[in-house]
């Protein structure tokens, strides 16, 4: 069980949802994690940003360790490694099947009012309602 946080939820969220603001307004992209993360690996032009952007996904959660906001020594995953390495794999793989991950998706394609964006959500919102239920109840 997780324990609630609010506060944590919202910064974060509001966090989100600025970083997703400047990089349309700085350069007109979708912060779309999926996205970046296959173009910084394969296309040539403009990587620097997409590296960058990717880079600061940890570097932001180790700044806010170190300056004492997030304790992540108590995370834990019940999961092995194998089970967790599996599950992203079918992660990027439902990513690229669905054209866009949650972050392109939910944050960005929903705040535009995209009806693609919108079909994509509630799929990943009933298929991960689906997959609790199977696993607390079912399993």
């Known amino acids: 069980?997780?324990?609630?946080?609010?506060?944590?939820g919202l910064l974060?969220?509001?966090?989100i949802g600025?970083?997703?603001?400047?990089?349309?307004?700085?350069?007109?992209?979708?912060?779309?994690i999926t996205g970046i993360a296959v173009a910084a690996m394969v296309a040539a032009q403009a990587r620097a940003w997409r590296i960058a952007f990717l880079a600061g996904l940890p570097v932001g959660a180790l700044l806010m360790a170190a300056l004492g906001l997030?304790?992540?020594t108590a995370l834990t995953f019940p999961a092995s490694t194998g089970l967790t390495v599996v599950a992203g794999l079918?992660?990027?793989f439902g990513t690229t099947l669905g054209a866009g991950c949650t972050s392109g998706h939910g944050i960005c394609g929903l705040a535009r009012l995209s009806p693609r964006?919108?079909?994509?959500?509630a799929m990943f919102m009933a298929t991960a309602v689906a997959t609790v239920f199977v696993l607390?109840?079912?399993i």
């Open 117 to 121: 964006s919108m079909a994509a959500t």
């Open 70 to 72: 997030v304790d992540f």
């Open 18 to 32: 600025l970083s997703a603001v400047l990089l349309m307004l700085g350069i007109g992209r979708i912060a779309g």
């Open 90 to 92: 079918v992660v990027g």
């Open 136 to 138: 607390r109840h079912v």
């Open 1 to 8: 069980m997780t324990g609630f946080a609010p506060v944590s």
């Open 12 to 15: 974060g969220g509001a966090l």
